[in-house]
């Protein structure tokens, strides 16, 4: 039996315990939702897995109340990671760092390193501090979903399967942490998200951001050629290139009178698209409203039975590249127009 309740300091109290107990609990923080559990526990971090229906081979993050933490996972901890986490911690930054043996291998997939992050929201410290435990907390999803930004978004994939989950309203910056490895020169973005690439170099100068597994091909459209994750039910198709929102439109304009269409739309482009004869989610007019909205809009899409969901690229600066990776890894064709 799975609880949903209120994020009460009694309920936080209660998830508390059972984390002690080895249990799961799913619970807010500023990006999307963690279901987490102890990460020093193996036997809990394996329920983490069977209850998300998630590989093995795909590691967890740990989540620490607080830097004074880090001792408990992590070793050999260079300069610029203490520069990072003075400047974004709490907040939406995980770095990947050599691990201590006390974390085991099943949290880290056999890797050398662990991922770790202080979340930057109420409910996820307080949990972290009445527990005093570390916490593995990967996305609080169904394996190969889209991440969840509301309690209602967990509760309709793993109700059932993990033994709460706190409600603290919808989650704020909606995509997933920026995951930073400092172990090459320059770092390495390996996903984009909360903290965004402009951010960190003001603090330890250039870094790069590893590239997605295919491209689409230019002036075609690239069926099945990129890896789909966070991926909604309905088919996604994501327009690129500087033509984008002109090919869009004309793609809506062509299709809407045979097939059920969303849209997620920018509010610049919002009417036009509704206009045009597709069933419009709005995004907001700002990347970070559009990427507070991405997952909840691709959730809303597919409970309203549509069979295709449309979307432009909202371009690479600030939050836009995170969003540009989600929305690839969404879609599964993207079609270029230059
Ligand atoms: O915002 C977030 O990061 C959310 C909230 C709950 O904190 N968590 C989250 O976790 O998105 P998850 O498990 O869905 O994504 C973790 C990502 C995966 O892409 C995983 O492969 C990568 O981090 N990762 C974890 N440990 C790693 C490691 N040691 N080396 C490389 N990548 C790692
Ligand atoms: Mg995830």
Redesign the pocket.
């Known amino acids: 039996m799975t609880e949903l309740l209120p994020a009460t300091p009694e309920n936080i109290a209660h998830a508390a315990k059972i984390l002690h107990q080895g249990g799961l609990v799913a619970f807010p ?1 500023e ?4 279901l987490g559990a102890n990460a020093l526990n193996e036997q809990a971090a394996r329920n983490i897995f069977t209850a998300k229906g998630r590989p093995t081979a ?4 740990v ?1 620490l109340s607080g830097v004074e933490q880090l001792p408990l996972v992590a070793h050999s901890v260079p300069q610029a990671a203490y520069q990072l986490m003075q400047r974004f911690w709490p907040g ?1 930054l ?1 770095l ?1 760092l050599p691990k201590q043996p006390t974390v085991p291998d099943l949290v ?2 056999g ?1 050398e ?3 770790v ?1 202080v ?1 930057a929201h109420p409910v996820a410290l307080a949990l972290l501090r009445q527990s005093g435990l570390p916490l593995a ?4 999803n169904r394996f190969g979903h889209t ?1 969840p930004t509301t309690a209602q978004h967990v509760w309709h994939d793993l109700r059932g399967r993990i033994d709460l989950i706190l409600d603290g309203g919808p989650t704020t910056i909606g995509v ?2 920026t ?1 930073l ?1 400092l172990s090459t020169s320059p770092a390495r973005i ?2 984009p ?2 903290v965004t690439r402009e951010m960190l170099e003001a603090v330890i100068g250039p870094v790069t951001v590893l590239g997605q597994k295919r491209k689409a091909e230019p002036g075609l459209p690239s069926p099945g050629l990129l890896e789909k994750h966070y991926a909604p039910r309905a088919e996604m198709i994501l327009f690129t290139g500087e033509h984008a929102r002109q090919a869009l439109q004309t793609y809506v304009a062509e299709q809407a009178h045979t097939r059920k269409i969303g849209a997620l739309a920018a509010d610049e482009e919002a009417e036009m698209l509704e206009r045009t004869g597709a069933l419009v989610y709005r995004l907001g007019s700002d990347l970070e409203s559009i990427a507070r909205h991405i997952y909840a809009g691709m959730r809303w899409l597919d409970s309203q039975g549509v069979e295709v969901i449309v979307c432009r690229d909202f371009g690479e600066s600030g939050l836009g590249l995170a969003v540009r990776d989600r929305l690839t890894r969404a879609a599964g064709k993207v079609i270029r127009s230059t």
């Open positions: 923080t990006t999307v939702y963690g795909d590691p967890l993050i989540h939406p995980t990947l880290t997939s890797l390193t662990v991922a992050r979340p907390a990967p996305s609080a991440s997933e942490s995951v490895d390996l996903r998200g909360g």
